[in-house]
């Protein structure tokens, strides 16, 4: 659906009782010209939500929110303009014409879609039928094995269809439906003698609604055993695209965790229906999940209107890492903020609430990382140091590091993604900076697509040479004890920068602690090298000594860190090399301490 003309907004505006809209979800009370309610969009005890029914708006003393009927159904069921323009349509039975359509076609269109919705209704009906009468044992029995009670089974309208062929096919005809449209839903299929028979057989179906509440599809998940499992295509299989279920647009719960979002100001996405409605049933009712395993533009733009903030909870394992790392960019490119649950390895949301409680879950939910920790974390885990991984490695990094918008944060995470890859900070900005012209261009990129790796990867691949790790040179250590030898008045000074610690060279150990005793440094020295230094009153001149040591001392202080940093990275390696994340994870912590020390 394109453009709606604007006097078919109007006649909608006009129209629609915003008092009785926006009552559908919030209890009114009628107060003086307005009516008044608990803001549906904050939480509060006390109703500072106000509605002006006359004058067809709303607005909340609380926290500003306010609009006209249009805001509310987008903002309340987190739909685009258009879609909510089609839904207060569709109450007031008003007609939207398409463009370049008559409006007979419209109508068709239409009605189509509606009767569509009216199948998925029956059929829902017949499911749930199923899975409660005499025939539905076997689906009861699988929804107690995976503790999913009878509160979920009402919220989620679960269903269950035995092993038949044509039971469906029989509820819908004797129902006097088209069965063309329940073919066309996916519901029915044809045989070669053009005979109607069930989609869904031996499944415990799983219905799917929009944010209206609509039933727009279904999943079924095979409860079948041995060779009939062979046979039955698939553990799950859905509901094909069609003119009501758009995959890519829907998130599997948002209906039932509307109220949830709320409360909780954030949603957790998991991977898996059924990862949904346990988590439900444990009380963790602001999740939901895509449908199928790619997360999509579309889908965080429903987030970020009807949330704004968003948990990742996805599988421990190799495919959930990946899948969390797309998921992650897409979400912070359009704004929704991010964290991120790491499950222990192999372990899923079910799987831990069946061995650990939802107590354990919510350990794992309050251990959530925000999204650039994770990240970096993550391109540690990965980092592939070839000029190859590197780039690709940037492209991503440029992603996510442009959602930063502090530039204090943004510094201190290109900072840490340097040491992560082993490049230079100011070659990593530049590869960045690349990336990011590369990224803000998007349509012209797509033309061609070689172009945006290729860059970065050029970038880095001139400047390897960076990549060998700089030597302390060890004359500060030797201007050090030079400036002490000529002016042994700073030796206090030396003490409280702790010079004594930087200083790696024995001999040069020796001469300080000999002048902390007052000593002269000379008479432990047999090294004609240091011996000549010391005499040669380099720094006899110098307008500022106690400038000079300090100088020399953060010379070496900063040596040292970068040696602490390498041997860190070299344990964070070897500790991802055992598969101990716990230890690496903190390791990583440390490593991100440091750096902002050296920052
Ligand atoms: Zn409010």
Redesign the pocket.
């Known amino acids: 659906m394109g453009l709606i003309p604007d006097e078919t907004i109007s006649e909608i505006r006009e129209r629609a009782d915003i008092v009785a809209v926006i009552g559908q979800h919030v209890e009114l009370k009628k107060a003086g010209t307005n009516h008044k309610g608990l ?4 939480q ?1 005890k006390s109703p ?2 106000s509605v002006n029914g006359d004058k067809g708006f709303y607005y ?6 306010k609009g006209d009927v249009f805001s509310f159904v987008m903002e309340y069921e987190g739909k685009s303009f258009v879609e909510a323009a089609e839904s207060l349509a569709g109450q007031l039975g008003i007609m939207i014409p398409e463009t370049g359509a008559s409006s007979e076609q419209t109508a068709q269109r239409r009605s189509e879609k509606s009767q569509m919705l009216e199948v998925n209704k029956l059929a829902t009906e017949f499911f749930r039928g199923q899975l409660a009468g005499a025939d539905g044992e076997k689906g009861r029995k699988y929804l107690k094995e995976r503790g999913i009670g009878q509160e979920q089974v009402e919220a989620f309208q679960l269903g269950y269809v035995p092993e038949k062929w044509q039971l469906l096919t029989d509820f819908l005809q004797a129902r006097g439906v088209d069965l063309q449209v329940a073919e066309r839903l996916g519901l029915l299929k044809r045989n070669k003698s053009n005979r109607y028979y069930d989609f869904f057989r031996d499944r415990l179906v799983c219905p799917i609604a929009n944010t209206s509440g609509d039933i727009v599809g279904f999943s079924g998940r095979s409860l079948a055993t041995g060779e009939a499992a062979e046979k039955a295509g698939g553990k799950y299989v859905n509901s094909p695209e069609s003119a009501v279920y758009k995959k890519s647009k829907l998130l599997f719960g948002i209906y039932q965790a509307r109220d949830a979002f709320r409360k909780a100001e954030h949603c957790i996405l998991v991977e898996g229906n059924f990862d949904v409605i346990r988590l439900h049933e444990h009380g963790f009712r602001q999740t939901i999940a895509p449908l199928g395993t790619a997360f999509t533009d579309d889908q965080a733009l429903r987030i970020k209107r009807l949330v704004g903030q968003a948990i990742l909870l996805y599988d421990g394992d190799r495919a959930g890492r990946a899948a969390t790392l797309k998921a992650l960019q897409i979400l912070l490119a359009q704004d929704v903020s991010v964290k991120i649950a790491s499950l222990p390895n192999g372990e899923d949301p079910d799987s831990l609430i069946g061995r650990e409680g939802p107590e354990a879950l919510q350990q794992v939910l309050s251990r959530a990382q925000p999204a650039i920790e994770y990240f970096i974390h993550e391109v540690w885990v990965r980092a592939d140091r070839s000029a190859e991984g590197r780039a690709k490695t940037l492209v991503e990094a440029a992603q996510v590091l442009r959602s930063i918008s502090d530039p204090t944060q943004r510094d201190f995470a290109v900072g840490t993604l340097a040491t992560a890859l082993g490049v230079e900070n100011a070659t990593l900005r530049q590869g960045l900076r690349r990336a990011l012209q590369n990224l803000r261009e998007p349509r012209r990129s797509h033309q061609n697509p070689q172009q945006r790796h290729m860059d970065p990867q050029s970038q880095i691949g001139n400047n390897n040479r960076e990549m060998a790790p700089k030597r302390p040179p060890p004359k500060p250590q030797l201007d050090i004890i030079c400036i002490l030898a000529e002016f042994p008045e700073l030796l206090a000074d030396a003490e409280t920068q702790d010079v004594l610690s930087y200083l790696t060279d024995s001999r040069l150990r020796d001469m300080y602690t000999a002048a902390k005793e007052g000593k002269p440094m000379l008479s432990v020295t047999d090294d004609p090298g240091i011996a000549k230094a010391l005499l040669s009153g380099a720094f006899s001149g110098v307008a500022s000594p106690s400038h000079c040591l300090e100088e020399a001392a953060n010379t070496l202080k900063y040596a040292q860190q970068m040696r602490e940093m390498a041997k860190l990275q070299k344990q964070i390696e070897e500790a991802n090399r055992r598969g101990d994340t716990e230890l690496e994870r903190q390791l990583i912590r440390e490593i991100m301490l440091l750096r902002k020390q050296v920052d």
């Open positions: 803001c549906p969009f904050h509060e500072s939500f909340c003393f609380g926290c500003q929110q």
